[in-house]
């Protein structure tokens, strides 16, 4: 028996999560269990039925109110379930990809912002798809997870606007090491040399202040012209979601922020000279950041913040 069929009624009116045949339900789940904290599985998908995954667990939803007055958090939902196929009728309707053969449904409360000013570079694909009143609160915050999804995983995200947002994955390029050593300015310079020749700790960073932060800066190549890559060491403020559960975050984590000081069109080229200057810039920070955790040990995060395996 094969899994079900989303409608195009019902794909019509939620957001959408839209992928290949070659993406598993569990590379799905690993990507949300691991990024938003306390979701779970309330229905596992079977061959005949799709699963559903619960973003906003009861635990997690306001304190207790008098009989009869249920918390507003309590009439929250947000919940991802699939996959659903899609087939040939449905991918008509909304005008899809011909790659795109399964669903996931986000069912979320819409909540919108009131108008919000026009900006002359706009808000970003994601706000821009819904005009001037821009998703906000839970909503806001799932379309992120999702979005962020559909990067990783090469898919769409299909907001209920009806705008297909198809990200590019390779243009996440920063990573962060989040690890328990602290490496002074000096120890910084003489990990990374061999990785970034040329990188410099940066004027002000004084080598004897422990955790209050520094940074270093490389750039690619001679050109002044072009984006270098940003270095910054600091104390962890707010632990990441996929290492709440690490043993060895308890006394304290220390972050490494890789960030390409590219934006816009640099981030998402379309001559093959830019491409080839966005993907060296990315393996420059792999290799820094696999040099960084050979030495601090800890876990690195991509951008979205989801678990990265240099390996």
Do not use: K
């Amino acid at each position: 028996m094969r899994r079900p069929g989303i409608a195009p009624a019902v794909a019509h009116h939620h957001h959408l999560l839209l992928l290949a045949d070659d993406v598993e339900s569990d590379e799905v789940a690993s990507l949300v269990l691991s990024h938003v904290a306390g979701s779970q599985w309330t229905a596992l998908p079977t061959p005949q039925l799709p699963g559903v995954l619960d973003l906003l667990p009861r635990h997690q939803r306001g304190s207790t109110h008098g009989a009869g007055d249920l918390p507003p958090a309590l009439t929250e939902r947000a919940t991802l379930t699939g996959p659903w196929r899609v087939d040939l009728r449905t991918r008509h309707a909304l005008a899809l990809p011909a790659w795109v053969t399964q669903a996931w449904v986000v069912d979320v409360e819409p909540d919108r912002s009131g108008p919000a000013p026009a900006l002359p570079h706009g808000y970003g694909p994601l706000l821009d798809a819904f005009g001037a009143h821009h998703p906000d609160g839970v909503e806001r915050q799932v379309l992120d997870v999702v979005h962020a999804c559909a990067r990783r995983l090469a898919g769409i995200l299909r907001t209920t606007t009806g705008v297909l947002l198809e990200p590019d994955p390779d243009s996440a390029v920063d990573l962060t090491v989040h690890a328990p050593v602290w490496l002074t300015p000096e120890a910084m310079g003489h990990v990374l040399g061999p990785v970034l020749p040329g990188v410099t700790v940066l004027d002000g960073a004084v080598p004897t202040a422990e955790l209050d932060g520094y940074h270093a800066f490389w750039r690619p190549s001679e050109r002044d012209d072009e984006p270098g890559v940003l270095i910054e060491a600091e104390g962890a403020e707010v632990l990441p979601a996929p290492l709440a559960d690490a043993a060895w975050t308890g006394q304290g984590v220390v972050t490494y922020r890789l960030r390409w000081l590219a934006e816009g069109a640099e981030r998402e080229p379309t001559t093959r000279g830019a491409l080839r200057r966005r993907a060296s810039v990315r393996e420059a920070i792999e290799r820094a950041a696999a040099a960084l955790r050979a030495v601090v040990g800890g876990e690195v995060l991509d951008e979205d913040g989801f678990l990265v395996d240099l390996a």
